[in-house]
């Protein structure tokens, strides 16, 4: 090889690095300028929220008064957005339901023309920094990133601290659109998660964060819709999670990554094939499912375990947590469940799961066919 070509092969190379740390540094830029900009948001929504609460709540403005300035404002800022009537009093209700983490006190119906009240200047819209010692540091960082749309989702269909926190840590991390949180608030994940399937986790996984988080992310029983038929034999149940594997994603969460169906796994020559093998990004972890149309029997875990097993040694990367396996089954006996993980060392889980055949009929008729949901793909 010529020394000319040497050179240039090097110089790309030092070319392609140096992209890359560019390219790096302008997405770091971009990710800090967003953040400042939503804190910016929050902040100001926060403040006007105030203003509003103080004036509107003490009488001093008339009954229609938020309308009247939403109206007002348009004309003063033609195609300001953000600031409908509906968006205002979203404003307030965002000061209302966390003045008492940021100002030490709750807005209660009997503060309304309280000289307590009046002490908050009425007068002047305040922008501040948001100050606590009731959150913790992580949780007031998780606040901050998480957009006003999804606050006020949040807070509109939750009614204590810990249930808000839980959605905006998940929002926070998992990076969650409005859609997503809506979703999510509709199934109820957060008391759903506190009924986790039976699991060997707190047995099988020493390091404390990821032994949190795998109990957080799966479910006692899953609601698989799109399963509209009554023959459910596993390879048809396999065969339809395939074709409709976003939904089937979206019922685990949107941080699964499928890695493919009837997985590959060659140990000392001979061939083994797992039902279907996701990669979690949450956990950053191999995830295993086997599907079993019956109820759970004791040899499955014998045999997701060697799975499990294998996974670690031959496919899990080095900076990857060890693989986890959920046997998703139509039943379960939770006795003989415990019974069976009483010998095994991998993290893995059981599940129940149900069909729409199972659902009833006005409900049933509603869920869209097979067919429909291919085109959804």
Not at 30 to 50: D, F, M, P, T, W
Not at 84 to 107: D, P, V
Not at 140 to 164: A, C, D, K, M, Q
Request: hydrophobic share 35%.
């Amino acid at each position: 090889m010529s020394s000319d070509r040497k050179d240039s092969e090097q110089d790309l190379s030092q070319y392609v690095s140096a992209v890359k740390e560019i390219k790096n540094a302008i997405l770091d830029s971009r990710y800090r300028v967003a953040r400042q900009a939503n804190k910016e948001v929050l902040q100001l929504n926060y403040g006007i929220g105030r203003f509003i609460s103080v004036n509107s709540r003490s009488a001093k403005w008339g009954s229609n008064a938020i309308t009247v300035i939403s109206k007002m404002l348009q004309q003063e800022l033609p195609g300001l957005k953000g600031f409908s009537e509906a968006s205002i009093k979203m404003m307030r209700i965002f000061y209302e339901e966390w003045c008492h983490i940021f100002e030490n006190r709750q807005l209660a119906i009997d503060d309304l023309g309280n000289p307590i009240i009046d002490s908050i200047s009425s007068d002047n819209i305040r922008i501040e920094e948001f100050d606590t010692d009731k959150l913790s540091e992580s949780d007031l960082s998780y606040f901050l990133n998480v957009g006003f749309t999804n606050h006020y989702i949040i807070i509109s269909r939750t009614t204590t601290l810990e249930e808000r926190l839980y959605y905006i840590r998940r929002c926070a991390t998992e990076f969650w659109k409005v859609e997503t949180t809506k979703y999510y608030l509709k199934e109820d994940l957060y008391h759903k998660e506190g009924s986790i399937q039976q699991t060997n986790f707190e047995k099988t996984i020493e390091e404390s964060d990821f032994k949190r988080r795998a109990l957080q992310s799966f479910k006692e029983e899953y609601q698989l819709d799109f399963i509209n038929t009554e023959d459910i034999s596993e390879k048809v149940i396999e065969q339809q999670v395939v074709l409709n594997i976003k939904n089937f994603i979206m019922a685990f969460g949107p941080e699964f990554t499928f890695m493919g169906n009837q997985y590959r796994l060659e140990v000392s020559g001979k061939e083994f094939f797992i039902d279907l093998l996701f990669f979690s990004r949450r956990l950053k972890s191999l995830v295993a499912f086997e599907l079993k149309r019956g109820e759970f029997k004791p040899e499955y875990t014998g045999k997701m375990n060697f799975y499990l097993a294998a996974l670690d040694k031959y496919v899990k990367l080095p900076d990857e947590n060890p693989s986890i396996g959920i046997i998703l089954c139509k039943s379960k006996n939770e006795e003989i469940v415990e019974l069976s993980f009483s010998d095994t060392s991998k993290p893995m889980g059981v599940a129940t799961f149900r069909t729409s055949q199972e659902l009833p009929k006005r409900f049933r008729k509603a869920l869209p066919n097979i067919e429909d949901l291919k085109k959804l793909l």
